[in-house]
């Protein structure tokens, strides 16, 4: 109950194009839903997040969709650039209980390539 | 320094030793993250530290490892008798909101790849 399911594992995106990469939970529980950028060598860091009152939050170039019916939530990168390639890592936390939002569970990630 | 830093950046060690890993957060920052990551997977959350209170040590794997926080300064943790298993990198990240209630936003360090031989 505590997965959070990725999707796809790689995605190759033509410069200009439109990266989508979907995301599916379990627990209902779940009331923060961040999205990290992780380039080789680094830590992960943070790229937009949402709360599930909104159904969408755009940041830029990067949106977030949620439907919390389906629990699922996507990330959208439009005009995809090649300084954009970077593994991408969706999550999912709940302040339940006095519980830390920082006690993230995460999905497998998605290996990025954006071709010039 | 102004971010997350951790030691040493890359350790191998022979299987059935004991490893160190040290984290020091972000000045001022007063809760302090462990994750793992494997090799093509996600981060796994290990531990949790905030404040004076109890730390959350839901995610330790085993009773192989342990963490242990000075205050709200400087992490370790260690790993004992290594299996190689316990390859992976370990990540260290500290947050200014003790429950991440309001932005939720980590700050990770770059990490410590240890393999074990």
């Known amino acids: 109950q505590q997965q959070v399911k990725q999707s796809p594992q790689s995605l190759i995106v033509q410069k200009g194009g439109i990266s989508i990469i979907n995301c599916a939970y379990e627990?209902?529980?779940?009331?923060?839903f961040p999205w990290y950028q992780q380039f080789p060598g680094k830590g992960p860091a943070l790229l937009i997040a949402?709360?599930?009152?909104?159904s969408e939050k755009k940041e830029g170039r990067f949106t977030i969709s949620f439907n919390k019916s389906a629990k699922q939530f996507s990330l959208h990168i439009m005009d995809s650039q090649p300084g954009d390639s970077a593994t991408y890592f969706c999550?999912?936390?709940?302040?339940?209980?006095?519980?830390?939002?920082?006690?993230?569970?995460f999905g497998q990630g998605t290996i990025l390539t954006v071709h010039p | 320094g102004a971010g997350v830093s951790q030691s040493p950046s890359n350790k191998v060690t022979e299987k059935g030793k004991d490893v160190e890993l040290r984290c020091d957060p972000i000045s001022g920052h007063t809760a302090l993250y462990w994750y793992r990551q494997r090799l093509g997977q996600g981060l796994e959350f290990l531990i949790y530290?905030?404040?004076?209170?109890?730390?959350?040590k839901s995610g330790l794997p085993s009773d192989r490892f342990s963490a242990e926080r000075t205050g709200e300064s400087v992490s370790t943790l260690t790993i004992q008798r290594t299996q190689q298993e316990d390859s992976a990198v370990y990540l260290c990240?500290?947050?200014?909101?003790?429950?991440?209630?309001?932005?939720?936003?980590?700050?990770f360090g770059e990490g410590s790849r240890l393999t074990v031989l």
């Open positions: 949402i709360r599930p009152d909104v």
């Open positions: 999550a999912a936390s709940t302040g339940a209980g006095g519980t830390s939002y920082g006690k993230l569970t």
């Open positions: 990240a500290s947050t200014s909101d003790g429950r991440g209630a309001n932005t939720g936003e980590l700050f």
């Open positions: 530290f905030q404040g004076n209170s109890a730390p959350d």
């Open positions: 627990n209902t529980a779940f009331d923060y």
